[in-house]
């Protein structure tokens, strides 16, 4: 049996943590930034995790994470 490819855009977007959640950013933090609130911002800033629902899909593009 070969290998299973990474999907490099998954990888660059996702890391699995030790407990196998998935770790994501939050969006809206690459331009415009001047008309976000401070407090909006600070919260982006925070780290999210994955939906139940996209779990799945998610560790099938990354199968060796």
């Not at 990474?6 to 699995?16: D, I, L, P, W, Y």
């Not at 407990?19 to 800033?45: D, F, M, P, Q, Y």
């Not at 799945?56 to 990354?62: D, H, M, N």
């Given at each position: 049996?070969?290998?299973?490819?990474?999907?490099?855009?998954?990888?660059?977007?996702?890391?699995?943590?030790?407990?196998?959640?998935?770790k994501?950013?939050?969006?809206?933090?690459?331009?415009?930034?001047?008309?976000?609130?401070?407090?909006?911002?600070?919260?982006?800033?925070?780290?999210g995790?994955?939906?139940?629902?996209?779990?799945?899909?998610?560790?099938?593009?990354?199968?060796?994470?």
């Amino acid at each position: 049996m070969p290998k299973i490819k990474t999907h490099s855009g998954a990888s660059k977007r996702f890391k699995v943590t030790k407990t196998g959640k998935i770790k994501r950013a939050h969006v809206g933090r690459r331009h415009i930034l001047n008309k976000k609130s401070t407090k909006r911002l600070r919260h982006l800033r925070k780290e999210g995790f994955a939906d139940s629902t996209n779990v799945a899909q998610v560790k099938r593009l990354l199968p060796y994470k």
